[in-house]
Antibody, heavy 124, light 110 residues
Framework: QVQLQESGPGLVKPSETLSLTCTVS????????WNWIRQPPGKGLEWIGYIYHTGSTNYNPSLKSRVTISLDTSKKQFSLKLSSVTAADTAVYYC??????????????????WGRGTLVTVSS | QSALTQPASVSGSPGQSITISCTGTSSDVGNYNLVSWYQHHPGKGPKLMIYDVTKRPSGVSNRFSGSKSGNMASLTISALQAEDEADYYC??????????FGGGTKVTVL
């Protein structure tokens, strides 16, 4: 059973870079796509992007110019960097995963594991 | 990529059935049988309840069921229980290895 735990600063200044880390336990880094998803206060969920164990990434087109997701397999951690933040980036940030089905040679397009989330506030 | 449309709130009495709708477009919900639903209690991570439109993960009550018609997917909760009170989100594959979520529906058990 995969468990995910987000960590990072809870307060970021406008125009700076938001940085968060998600630590994976209870499972292998392989065969999963590692995601970041966020929820602004009072709003719905927004998918930010993912990284696969090969290092391949894909991002939400609306955030692509500001997002970088990286992976440290030795530490079983993946990270999010979101640059040039504004108050609109204030949200609870979740890490989550979806699997790759090796027998079917395709991803399984649903999130089976999630972290509890961490609130990041953008304010001076 | 616009968010999927869900009603802000749905309520029902214990034992009743409720249905939550999730409306997308022909680029997401209507084009792929890859809709999933998540239950979210405050302070916890969301929990997968339905995937691939109609499938239930192991351990999820059979009171939860999913369906789809055209650009609209639905989640039905039958025999409503107090523990079902939570926020529910739909999510669809949207092509090019991307996802789109709904705005969420607050379910209240009266």
């Amino acid at each position: 059973q995969v468990q995910l735990q987000e960590s990072g600063p809870g307060l970021v200044k406008p125009s700076e870079t938001l940085s968060l880390t998600c630590t994976v336990s209870g499972g292998s880094i392989r065969n999963y796509y590692w995601n970041w998803i966020r929820q602004p206060p009072g709003k719905g969920l927004e998918w930010i992007g993912y990284i696969y164990h090969t290092g391949s990434t894909n991002y939400n087109p609306s955030l692509k110019s500001r997002v970088t997701i990286s992976l440290d397999t030795s530490k079983k951690q993946f990270s999010l960097k979101l640059s040039s933040v504004t108050a609109a980036d204030t949200a609870v940030y979740y890490c989550g995963s979806f699997s790759h089905d090796d027998s079917a040679y395709r991803p399984l397009w649903y999130f089976d594991f999630w972290g509890r989330g961490t609130l990041v506030t953008v304010s001076s | 990529q616009s968010a999927l449309t869900q009603p802000a709130s749905v309520s029902g009495s214990p034992g009743q059935s409720i249905t939550i709708s999730c409306t997308g477009t022909s680029s997401d919900v209507g084009n792929y049988n890859l809709v999933s639903w998540y239950q979210h209690h405050p302070g916890k991570g969301p929990k997968l309840m339905i995937y691939d439109v109609t499938k239930r993960p192991s351990g999820v009550s059979n009171r939860f069921s999913g369906s789809k018609s055209g650009n609209m997917a639905s989640l039905t909760i039958s025999a409503l229980q107090a523990e079902d009170e939570a926020d529910y989100y739909c999510c669809s594959y949207a092509g090019a290895s991307t996802f789109v979520f709904g705005g969420g529906t607050k379910v209240t058990v009266l």
